[in-house]
């Protein structure tokens, strides 16, 4: 069983060779998904159909085409009858029958029944007071008239003066008093019955002769109209009738003076009422039916989309997805074109790509999602279409909330700006073809997105990113302004809708910042905001290289350095070039002994090693570095130029060693395979994997320099990229030889002036010392030449 085991084990146990097929297997499978123009294709037409589903599906023949207050491109003429109610009209039947609800009044008599009470205390009061002064002084009377009337006017508020008493007391007896204020009060109330009306406490501002009043009897529900006045009026009206008592004009005085205290608007508002009865009538009405006939024109073209032609196209829209399941695919005519658009747009894409020379084209993962970003883009758009639903107001103002820039702000920062432009036009396109082919609002959208696009340029910082969006959302404000002014539109709108763009533009921007990290981790691309974060020396990679290999750590800041210079002379990415090198050499952390930066004592260890093993140790770093690199989650693109960053170059050093311990015959030299003393690679890829391969090599070789002149740094430079070309290690680099050039130029000039020599400062002592020398050596030729010419 034991030996059953171990056999077992051996054969479960995979041979190198067939680990290296395994291997093998696994990167052919990885290029093809990467690079085959079969994915590609697939890539394509997935993007196509899905671009087809997501903008036209569940959309009718009457679908959204167009928009209220726009102009409309296309004509939609009803194809079978149908019937709807107008909720439009419905409300404005709703609100002119509200509007015929006149103002509901309430006429109050309670004022008069308190002053019909206190006149009638007046007479008996005056009647009394008759029989207490009939014996009394003139002076007697008068005071105790007034003492009647003050207690009179504080008990009753209703004011009487002593002279309309005394008149009243000298020209009437008690019966014929009694029937004076009688008729007196009958008047009165007669007035007050037909109404004051008060403009001041109304709801109508209209002169009282011009408006008739009905009163319904609450109780019994009578009807019948009254002749209402104003206050002016019911005063003249009081005069009229007392002008027909015979009594003396002085005593008709006295009477209206005293009676005209109850004449006070007596018609108050009675909301409540008012609103109820509104209410009762909204309730009662009944809503409107609108029939159209097949055959009937519902939008015409080159005309201003009106609000009620609106709600009919939808109306039409919703008959048909109700009559024809059919029409829930939009199978229609309508349907195919547009999808016919969007192959055609596919195929447009990569022959643009290709006639460009877009090398990105050959990247499936780039290609991906630069689909996958516009599929975004078209979904978020069909989201916002969704809500607005059939609402045309709220339609309105969504088609300003539609992010047109978001997509091409992430490609900008993803792929370069280029792209993000060619995005911005294709986003834009199939937006239009959504809102009805709206090629006006179709400019304003990628005029915005061009200038969101502008402001992407070298952003280096998460603000910068939300800069670029509300600028973004600012110039499609600035164009809502004009094509509201154009549609003239109403003021207001226009305000919000360009509140709307700039908010937009601001959320857009939090949007992207939120994304960034997603699209980064899955497509495995990397930012320069991202890069510029890895720059800070407190990385815990960084840190560890400043503590266990501080000259490979300085050799790093002098590769960036030098790196960032070439990448900036050709036009690269110095960010990119400054960040990898401070990476690129995290593999000598593992065994920082072994190589010659960190050898602090000046013993070599590999020197001990024979040459193959000691070419296997330097080899290691950069395996070792790409471990560390993906332990600790580094970017891909930091990965990709810690592999290349030696390309397949020769370890020369050792490789030379391994020939002399072989012997210098033909014969022995075979025996020692060059690939042994080879890096890995693969080869540098990109330009700024290029010109770190040089800076690496440039600044190692540099501390060799016995003397450090122009011409000696301009030979090593030269020597270096000579062997590097001529070992055919740019062979899969887009480098032109006028970029090396750039390149050579900006490392000579960065080296000459980082390891220039200084002068030699002097010691001040010593100084001081040979100063005191020189005096008395001189004082003492002094002293010799004095004696001999004595």
């Not at 009944?286 to 029939?291: A, I, K, L, N």
């Not at 609106?310 to 109700?322: C, I, K, S, T, V």
């Not at 570095?625 to 397949?648: E, F, S, Y």
Request: proline share 4%; charged share 25%.
């Amino acid at each position: 069983m034991k030996l059953f085991s171990k056999r077992k084990q051996i054969t479960d146990t995979p041979s190198p060779s067939r680990r290296k097929r395994r291997a093998l297997r696994q990167t052919w499978t990885k290029t093809f998904l990467a690079t085959s123009p079969v994915i590609t294709g697939l890539i394509l037409i997935g993007w196509v159909v899905l671009t087809i589903l997501l903008a036209f599906s569940r959309v009718t023949p009457a679908g959204i085409q167009v928009l209220p207050d726009q102009v409309s491109r296309v004509r939609v003429v009803a194809e079978k009858d149908f019937s709807y109610i107008s909720e439009l009209q419905s409300e404005q039947r709703i609100q002119l029958v509200k509007q015929r609800i006149p103002p509901v009044y309430r006429m109050d008599m309670k004022p008069y029944e308190s002053f019909r009470d206190n006149i009638l205390e007046l007479l008996e009061g005056i009647n009394q007071l008759e029989i207490d002064i009939v014996e009394l002084e003139p002076e007697q009377k008068l005071e105790r008239v007034d003492e009647f009337t003050l207690a009179f006017e504080e008990r009753t508020k209703v004011r009487v003066n002593v002279a309309d008493v005394l008149v009243t007391l000298a020209r009437t007896e008690a019966e014929e008093r009694e029937l004076l204020f009688d008729n007196a009060l009958v008047s009165v109330r007669r007035i007050l019955s037909g109404g004051i009306f008060d403009p001041t406490d109304a709801v109508l501002s209209k002169d009282p002769d011009d408006l008739n009043f009905i009163q319904v009897q609450r109780d019994s529900g009578q009807v019948r109209r009254l002749d209402i006045q104003s206050q002016d009026m019911a005063f003249s009206g009081l005069k009229r009738d007392f002008t027909y008592f015979d009594i003396s004009q002085d005593l008709n005085i006295a009477l209206s003076r005293i009676m005209s205290q109850a004449i006070r608007p007596n018609l108050k508002y009675d909301q409540t009422l008012h609103e109820n009865a509104r209410l009762e009538a909204e309730e009662n009405a009944e809503p409107v039916r609108v029939e159209v006939m097949a055959g009937e024109i519902i939008i015409e073209p080159n005309e201003t989309v009106q609000s009620h032609k609106y709600e009919m196209l939808l109306a039409y829209q919703e008959f048909l997805l109700r009559e024809d399941s059919t029409y829930a695919f939009s199978l229609g005519r309508s349907f195919w074109e547009k999808a016919l658009i969007i192959m055609l747009l596919g195929v447009g894409v990569v022959v643009y790509l290709a006639l460009a020379g877009w090398s990105n084209l050959k990247d499936n993962r780039r290609v991906s999602l630069l689909f996958l970003v516009i599929l975004l883009n078209i979904a978020i758009t069909r989201l916002i279409l969704s809500i607005a639903g059939n609402t045309p107001e709220l339609f309105v103002m969504l088609r300003y909330m539609i992010p047109v820039y978001l997509g091409p702000i992430l490609i900008a920062l993803l792929i370069n700006q280029r792209a993000a432009i060619f995005v911005s036009a294709v986003v834009c396109f199939i937006t239009s073809l959504m809102f009805g082919e709206s090629f006006v609002l179709m400019s304003a959208m990628f005029v915005s997105s061009l200038v969101a696009v502008l402001f992407c340029k070298d952003v280096r910082k998460r603000g910068q990113i939300l800069r670029s969006s509300i600028f973004g959302g600012t110039s499609l404000a600035v164009g809502t302004f004009l094509l509201g002014i154009l549609n003239e539109v109403n003021l207001v709108t226009i305000g919000w809708e360009m509140l709307i763009s700039i908010g937009v533009g601001a959320g857009t921007g939090m949007l992207v910042i939120g994304l960034l990290p997603f699209f980064e981790s899955i497509f495995q691309l990397t930012t320069n905001i991202t890069l510029l974060e890895l720059t800070d020396y407190n990385h815990r990679l960084l840190r560890r290289l400043q503590l266990e290999a501080p000259g490979s750590y300085h050799h790093s800041l002098m590769v960036a350095s030098l790196a960032e210079n070439g990448a900036s002379a050709i036009g690269a990415n110095p960010l990119i070039c400054r960040v990898c090198s401070l990476f690129h050499d995290i593999g000598k952390l593992v065994k920082p002994e072994y190589f010659a930066e960190n050898q602090r004592d000046g013993e070599n260890p590999l020197l001990l090693q024979n040459p193959s093993m000691a070419a296997l140790v330097i080899k290691s770093h950069v395996k070792e570095g790409v471990n560390l690199a993906i332990r600790n989650k580094l970017p891909r693109i930091i990965i990709d130029v810690i592999k290349q960053h030696h390309g397949t170059s020769l370890i020369t050093y050792f490789y030379v060693q391994a020939l002399k311990g072989k012997g210098k015959s033909r014969k022995n030299e075979l025996l020692v395979e060059e690939s042994t003393y080879r890096y890995d690679g693969p080869k540098p890829q990109f330009r700024e994997s290029a010109v770190i391969f040089f800076a690496d090599a440039v600044e190692a070789a540099s501390r060799s320099l016995r003397k450090i002149s122009p011409q000696s740094i301009d030979e090593l430079i030269d020597k270096i990229f000579e062997d590097r070309i001529a070992d055919d290690q740019l062979s899969e680099c887009p480098l032109t030889f006028e970029e090396i050039k750039k390149i050579r130029n900006s490392f000579s000039f960065a080296l000459l002036n980082t390891l220039h020599s200084r002068i030699e400062y002097p010691d001040k002592d010593k100084a001081k010392a040979d100063a005191q020398n020189a005096d008395r050596k001189k004082e003492k030729r002094s002293d010799i030449q004095s004696l001999q010419s004595a």
